[in-house]
């Protein structure tokens, strides 16, 4: 019996001693994976993306106020090299009619014209000279004002042209910015779409489509196109022809054709086809363009969508607009009340 308690005593002291022995690793016990976080809803999900297509609108907005400044500056500088140039061409030709004068005096023996006429003898050639002289005087005089303006107006361009080279620096700057931005509010959207299956992209579409006739459905419940009678001016029949024209070419941001259009782009082609320049953006275009009330409204009138102004389309009649979406979309008729309206304004007004 003791011999049995001795075996299991030695058991266990050996046990204990195995398991305290130096070198010996046992994995600690592993906490329970966390539960995955709750996947977002369809709708969610849509919301999310037209965030962000909306904040990557208003980056291409902005991204093309940058180009169309960068443009006028590049113009400005080419006629200021243009200026500079003739300037200082000007200024040669003056220094070489100066410098004549300064010869012509030296070979008359270095006198001064007043001391030459006061040594003649001869009255005919006092009276003569003086006349001379005078008309000298001033010619020298002007020679030399008009060198003078031309020596200030040369360093009045030369400096306005330090100002435009700095203005297109910021400008490049600026659009290297708003591009970046672009390219990753467009890329975070496409995330998000590659990792929806193919039966959870068409119940999204049908989502967006429900979200945009609901909205429509609203702004004509208000009786607004009970009120909208305007006919389209000659101009706005010819900018609505441009646009519908152009249904079904895709969305590229920054484009403006004639191959793809962003919204601006197709907008400010479209009235540039009927004769009429119009600023590039669409948030130019609801500033510097004249304003109408919504009942005034009539086709080739531009309806501005968003707080922001980031979004354009053109009324082509019956409640309706074309308009180049967002990425990944094409021209194409929507409701004109299927967005959040900012107001309308008029290119021919």
């Not at 119940?203 to 945009?212: D, T």
Request: charge should be positive; hydrophobic fraction near 40%.
């Amino acid at each position: 019996m003791n011999r049995r308690r001795h075996a299991a005593a030695v058991t266990v002291v050996g046990a204990v001693t195995l398991l305290a022995a130096p070198g010996q690793a046992f994995a600690a016990p592993q906490p329970p994976e966390p539960p995955e976080p709750p996947r977002k809803s369809l709708e969610e999900v849509r919301r999310e993306l037209d965030g962000l297509y909306r904040r990557a609108a208003s980056a291409t907005d902005a991204y093309n106020l940058a180009e169309e400044q960068a443009e006028r500056q590049s113009a400005q500088i080419v006629r200021l090299a243009k200026e500079i140039a003739a300037g200082r061409a000007r200024i040669d030709d003056l220094k070489d009619r100066a410098g004549a004068t300064a010869r012509a005096q030296y070979r008359g023996g270095g006198l001064p014209p007043e001391a030459q006429l006061v040594l003649t003898d001869d009255p005919h050639l006092f009276l003569d000279a003086a006349g001379r002289i005078k008309a000298g005087g001033k010619a020298t005089r002007d020679l030399l004002g008009e060198l003078n303006r031309n020596q200030a107006d040369l360093t009045a361009y030369s400096r306005e042209a330090g100002v435009q080279w700095a203005l297109l620096e910021a400008n490049r700057v600026e659009k290297e910015k708003h591009k970046k931005e672009i390219n990753e509010r467009i890329a975070a959207a496409r995330r998000i779409e590659a990792q929806l299956k193919k039966e959870e992209l068409a119940r999204l579409r049908k989502l967006e489509r429900e979200a945009a006739d609901e909205a429509q459905t609203a702004w004509l419940g208000s009786g607004v196109l009970k009120e909208i009678d305007g006919r389209a001016s000659e101009q706005g029949r010819a900018a609505v022809a441009f646009a519908t024209g152009q249904i079904g070419k895709p969305y590229v941001w920054g484009a403006e054709g004639p191959g793809s259009y962003d919204c601006s782009g197709l907008t400010s082609q479209a009235w540039a086809a009927a004769g009429r320049g119009i600023p590039r953006t669409s948030q130019e275009q609801w500033r510097r363009l004249p304003r109408v009330d919504v009942k005034d409204m009539r086709p080739g009138d531009l309806v501005i969508y968003h707080a922001d102004a980031s979004h354009v389309g053109m009324y082509v009649g019956d409640g309706a607009i074309v308009h180049a979406p967002r990425p990944g979309r094409s021209v194409t008729l929507a409701g004109a009340g299927s967005m959040a309206i900012l107001g309308i304004v008029r290119p021919d007004k």
